[in-house]
């Protein structure tokens, strides 16, 4: 079945330290890959996205992600985090046969002064 | 240049009344998507409208419904409304050119008593 995993819930990173986010799917096709960050009571910001090329894609706010397709992974990262960085942040994917996203659970990220 | 604007913001139904929900897409964008969030969850794809036709449609009960305006404007529509419908319901829209380079309103938070 197709699926969309983020596997860490929740996050704490210090201020000025680098984040890393993990985000695996399962599909029978490499699909279109996205991260979003929703910060409290907003909707959806897309930070980057990944179609095909080049598997180091860079996005807003100085976040980058890397897509593995020997591991089925689009791990979102942040070499220094700002406080304004705390959000929610989803992985989604696109199937390339249909108009749906579908979305991981989602990563809370908490950044500490 | 507005980007996706949703109305309202808040709302409060009881048990078994109905819900409209509006959606206005970026300019420039001629495709509609709807997604319930709900809480501590990723977003689900309700549905999607082009051409003011329902393109596609997630695991979601006829209870919901939608329409777009020739102006590309969308409305949700929930019947019947149950308590496990209190969620975050978005909006997306997209080009046709490109469905899932999809941009997210704010949200309207539905809560149902």
């Known amino acids: 079945a197709q699926s969309v995993t983020q596997p860490d819930i929740h996050i704490t990173v210090s201020e000025g330290a680098s984040l890393e986010l993990r985000c695996n799917y399962s599909?029978?096709?490499?699909?279109?890959l996205f991260w979003y960050v929703q910060s409290p009571g907003q909707g959806l910001q897309l930070l980057l996205k990944?179609?095909?090329?080049?598997?180091l894609v860079q996005g807003i706010k100085g976040f980058e992600a890397e897509f593995k397709r020997s591991q089925s992974s689009f791990n979102l990262r942040k070499p220094s985090v700002h406080w304004s960085d705390a959000a929610e942040y989803f992985c989604?994917?696109?199937?390339?046969?249909?108009?749906?996203?579908?979305f991981g659970a989602g990563t809370t990220v908490t950044v500490r002064a | 240049d507005a980007g996706v604007t949703q109305s309202p913001t808040h709302l409060i139904k009881t048990r078994g009344q109905q819900v409209t929900l509006r959606c206005s897409p970026k300019?420039?964008?001629?495709?509609v998507s709807w997604y319930q969030q709900a809480l501590g969850q990723g977003p689900q794809f309700i549905f999607q409208?082009?051409?003011?036709?329902?393109?596609q449609r997630g695991n979601f009960p006829d209870r919901f419904s939608g329409h777009q305006f020739p102006n590309y404007s969308s409305e949700l529509n929930v019947n019947a409304l149950w308590l496990g419908d209190s969620a975050l319901y978005l909006c997306?829209?997209?080009?046709?050119?490109?469905?899932?380079?999809?941009?997210f309103g704010p949200g309207t938070r539905l809560t149902v008593t």
């Open positions: 989604a994917v696109g199937a390339r046969v249909d108009y749906k996203l579908s």
């Open positions: 409208y082009y051409e003011e036709e329902e393109r």
């Open positions: 599909y029978g096709a490499t699909p279109y």
């Open positions: 990944y179609f095909s090329g080049d598997t």
């Open positions: 997306a829209s997209s080009a046709a050119r490109a469905p899932y380079e999809q941009y």
């Open positions: 300019s420039g964008h001629d495709t």
